[in-house]
């Protein structure tokens, strides 16, 4: 399967990373307990999603984890992130499901400031994904690790993670045993809820 779900895992934890300007002491880590569920008709959604099926799918995702900010040596924030996350996509004409969980934890490998107001940040994921039919049998399994590069622009704040704009997913690398990484995510979408 062909999966933004990467590059967006990675991005949406890597998101909230802080940069912070130089200090002569390292502030306290900032630790954030969250939960996030998400609801949406993905053809509303995301556009030109999968435009070969020809019925509604239904995204749901409810996810929760642990996010820890420290401060390192050149007074940069770097983040990590430990979470669980169980989707689904359904047919709303079937009722059918393909499904999903995810366990790991990610962290920021460097921290750049680029000096444009926009950061630059490595970031290394490792977990398991496990994919399921509509019966609960698994499909497939993604274990390993995962890298990448995202830009983050700051908006003027770099103390403030919540005004932070995603800008960039810069490429990456998989090692370890990913069985969708061939796979035509919309063909399966067909196959097993269509």
Request: hydrophobic share 35%; proline share 4%; with cysteine.
């Amino acid at each position: 399967m062909n999966r933004t779900t990467i590059a967006a895992g990675i991005a949406a934890i890597s998101a909230l990373a802080l940069f912070a300007p130089a200090s002569a002491f390292a502030a306290p880590p900032i630790i954030d307990h969250w939960s996030d569920h998400i609801e949406v008709i993905e053809q509303d959604e995301i556009p030109d999603w999968c435009p070969d099926v020809p019925f509604d799918v239904l995204y749901t995702e409810d996810s929760h984890g642990t996010f820890r900010f420290v401060q390192r040596g050149d007074d940069n924030y770097y983040g990590g992130a430990t979470f669980t996350s169980n989707f689904s996509w359904t047919n709303v004409e079937t009722g059918k499901t393909f499904s999903g969980t995810r366990h790991g934890s990610d962290h920021d490998l460097l921290v750049t400031d680029n000096g444009d107001g926009t950061v630059t940040i490595d970031v290394h994921s490792t977990g398991a994904t496990t994919y399921y039919d509509d019966d609960g049998n698994r499909l497939f399994i993604d274990a390993g690790r995962q890298t990448g590069t995202i830009v983050i622009d700051t908006n003027g704040t770099p103390g403030d993670p919540s005004d932070d704009q995603f800008v960039a997913f810069l490429g990456g690398d998989l090692t370890g045993h990913f069985e969708t990484a061939d796979r035509d995510f919309c063909a399966d979408v067909m196959e097993f809820i269509g």
